[in-house]
């Protein structure tokens, strides 16, 4: 259980960090555009 556990956990983390990574991305590309 734990070695399956263990993958899943790491696969949602870099899930997680990736939106968070486009989400910024997408941040500074409006702030661009609008100044």
Same mark, same amino acid.
Do not use: E, R, W
């Given at each position: 259980? *734990? *070695?399956?556990?263990?993958?899943?956990?790491? =696969?949602?983390?870099?899930? %997680?960090?990736? $939106?968070? $990574? $486009? !989400? !910024?991305? %997408? =941040?500074?590309? !409006?702030?661009? !555009?609008? %100044?």
């Amino acid at each position: 259980m *734990k *070695k399956q556990n263990k993958p899943m956990s790491t =696969a949602y983390h870099q899930t %997680l960090i990736n $939106i968070f $990574i $486009i !989400v !910024v991305l %997408l =941040a500074l590309f !409006v702030k661009v !555009v609008f %100044l």
